[in-house]
């Protein structure tokens, strides 16, 4: 059983430029999350998305946006990079059926590196 | 959403048992407390998670008192690849559809 697939692992972009990072979500699950983690800090909650849409939102400006699509798999659009946008970028499924926090897969993560 | 604070940093040696406490005071009654573990360049993994009294399972056992205001992961005779960050989480429990409100966790460093 596949867990949740990130791609790429790794990328680095210019400043100005705009990035699309990939997830696939674990079997099962038809929610995802996405998280900044910069580092020595911990995962910050960017969004999620259910049903195609955008359910909740973190403290993070339009620069950042997403896209579900029907096989519950998601997107992550950053324009306009800063350098302060380099971070680990993860991907979190869960489903909807499941409460609390015991039922979050995360991918490995894509590194982004902004030059 | 419940604040926590957890130590920083934490060092043990191969074989010990490690016990890394969380405060959590504004926890809600709804709420549970989870932890997860995260190795380098990987994404966090849950380890347990439970409401109150005691809950064991293969990897932890997670120890919380009648107040609820705080919790111990407890980690028996760690081995090296037990070197990770270590998040202790306060999670509602109503709907699946959380975000998960990470600190910046504790850093245990297991040494031969």
């Known amino acids: 059983d596949a867990g949740v697939t990130q791609s790429p692992t790794h990328l680095i972009k210019t400043r100005g430029q705009q990035v699309t990072l990939r997830c696939s979500p674990k079997?099962?699950?038809?929610?995802v999350s996405w998280y900044q983690q910069a580092l020595g800090q911990g995962p910050q909650f960017i969004f999620q998305?259910?049903?195609?849409?955008?359910?909740q939102r973190g403290n993070f400006p339009d620069r950042f946006s997403g896209h579900q699509f029907p096989n519950y798999s998601s997107e992550l659009n950053v324009n306009a990079l800063l350098l302060g946008d380099s971070a680990l970028y993860l991907c979190a499924s869960s489903s909807s059926k499941t409460g609390a926090g015991d039922g979050y897969t995360f991918g490995s993560g894509t590194r982004l590196t902004v030059v | 959403l419940a604040k926590t604070t957890q130590p920083i940093s934490m060092d043990s040696y191969e074989g010990q048992e490690v016990n890394i406490t969380c405060s959590h005071n504004n926890i809600a009654t709804n709420d549970y407390i989870t932890w997860y573990q995260q190795f380098p360049s990987q994404g966090p993994r849950f380890i347990i998670q439970?409401?109150?009294t005691k809950v064991t399972n293969e990897v932890a056992s997670l120890f919380i008192p009648a107040d609820r205001k705080s919790s111990t992961l407890s980690l028996p005779r760690v081995s090296l690849s037990d070197t990770a960050v270590y998040y202790c989480?306060?999670?509602?429990?109503?709907?699946?559809?959380?975000?998960?409100?990470f600190g910046t966790g504790t850093r245990l460093l297991v040494s031969p």
């Open positions: 989480l306060v999670v509602p429990s109503n709907t699946g559809f959380q975000k998960l409100v």
């Open positions: 439970g409401y109150k």
């Open positions: 998305y259910y049903e195609e849409e955008e359910r």
């Open positions: 079997s099962g699950h038809d929610t």
